[in-house]
């Protein structure tokens, strides 16, 4: 009997290693892309003087409709650095188009500006909930289940796994 390996594409979600409060230069990459969502350019103002400090070349973008920004990504350059800067929804397009077009976690820094969120998968009817990040349990929105939210964040399900449980009426 053969091992199957499954490989799951990188995901942003509220603990991922893509998250930074500050952006750094990654030191042994020469092209960057700053892509922003529109209104935050200014987010990325300090940074753009860093990398310019240095010589180095990089690419600014306001993220637009997705088939556009796919479609430049899949353009880019191996080894090419992307930071974005965006709403959760928007980072979370941005950076699922980018791995789509072959981005990995190592050449991808994203800052969100507001709230994160995270996502629930109900293990009894196999739905996706939004939650807060602060949420320990919550209720299933499709079948109502109350769910206790889950420590890990599974990849393949793209979200914390929701555990059913029956709450204790006072």
């Not at 753009?48 to 070349?57: L, M, P, R």
């Not at 109900?122 to 990040?133: E, G, R």
Request: charged residues 20%; contains cysteine.
């Amino acid at each position: 009997m053969s091992n199957i390996i499954v490989h799951t594409n990188p995901s942003l979600y509220d603990k991922s290693v893509t998250l930074k409060e500050t952006f750094t230069l990654h030191p042994r990459r020469s092209r960057y892309i700053l892509v922003s969502e529109s209104g935050l350019e200014n987010e990325l103002a300090n940074f753009v003087t860093e990398i310019e400090s240095g010589n180095k070349s990089y690419t600014l973008y306001t993220a637009s409709d997705l088939q556009t920004m796919t479609s430049f990504f899949e353009n880019q350059l191996i080894g090419t650095q992307l930071y974005i800067v965006a709403t959760w929804d928007v980072a979370r397009m941005i950076f699922e188009a980018a791995v789509n077009a072959g981005f990995t976690e190592d050449e991808i820094q994203t800052k969100v500006i507001g709230n994160k969120k995270r996502y629930v998968y109900c293990m009894k009817c196999f739905q996706l909930n939004d939650a807060t990040t602060k949420d320990k349990e919550i209720q299933c929105s499709t079948c109502a289940a109350m769910l206790a939210v889950g420590p890990f964040y599974s990849k393949f399900r793209k979200g914390n796994i929701g555990y059913p449980f029956k709450p204790v009426v006072q």
